[in-house]
């Protein structure tokens, strides 16, 4: 499992890890999908998670999630990770995790890496913590 603070953008389902729903937004319609950004967190850090079909009903805040096989990459200019096609998002337990704000992953600013243009590295940061959702303090 990867901690969420070393999670970077790629076109590939390879990201497995375990994190807490902090908050969720609007449920809305991508095309004929339903679909729901939503804020989740580890120790480590947070990122935006993209719900889809089922997944915005079932999951709530406080939900302990293990995504297995998911991808972080770009969805409609927003940085987010989620299951994917191949992955899956499963409850696994509920209201007990630790976790952390800050930063966010989805707010950092992401480069191709000079060396390997097949990879990114963080080139800035637009926001140590969420703009879409308010922190909770």
Request: proline content about 4%; glycine content about 6%.
């Given at each position: 499992?990867?901690?969420?603070?070393?999670?970077?953008?790629?076109?590939?389902?390879t990201?497995?890890?375990?994190?807490?729903?902090?908050d969720?937004?609007?449920i809305?319609?991508d095309?004929?999908?339903?679909?729901?950004l939503?804020?989740?967190?580890?120790?480590s850090?947070?990122?935006h998670?993209?719900?889809?079909?089922?997944e915005?009903?079932?999951?709530?805040?406080?939900?302990?999630?293990r995504?297995?096989n998911?991808i972080?990459?770009y969805?409609?200019s927003n940085?987010?990770?989620?299951a994917?096609?191949k992955?899956?998002?499963?409850?696994?337990g509920?209201?007990?995790m630790?976790f952390?704000e800050?930063p966010n992953m989805s707010?950092?600013?992401?480069?191709?890496d000079p060396?390997?243009?097949r990879?990114?590295?963080?080139?800035?940061?637009?926001?140590s913590?969420?703009?879409?959702?308010?922190?909770?303090?």
């Amino acid at each position: 499992m990867i901690s969420l603070k070393d999670i970077v953008p790629a076109a590939t389902n390879t990201i497995s890890t375990q994190f807490i729903l902090l908050d969720k937004g609007n449920i809305g319609q991508d095309g004929k999908e339903t679909t729901c950004l939503a804020l989740v967190a580890d120790e480590s850090a947070s990122v935006h998670f993209q719900l889809w079909g089922d997944e915005c009903h079932f999951f709530e805040p406080g939900d302990i999630i293990r995504l297995t096989n998911g991808i972080f990459s770009y969805h409609r200019s927003n940085l987010v990770l989620r299951a994917g096609k191949k992955g899956r998002a499963e409850k696994v337990g509920e209201f007990n995790m630790l976790f952390v704000e800050t930063p966010n992953m989805s707010e950092i600013k992401w480069a191709n890496d000079p060396t390997n243009p097949r990879k990114f590295v963080k080139e800035a940061v637009l926001s140590s913590h969420s703009r879409i959702f308010p922190t909770l303090l």
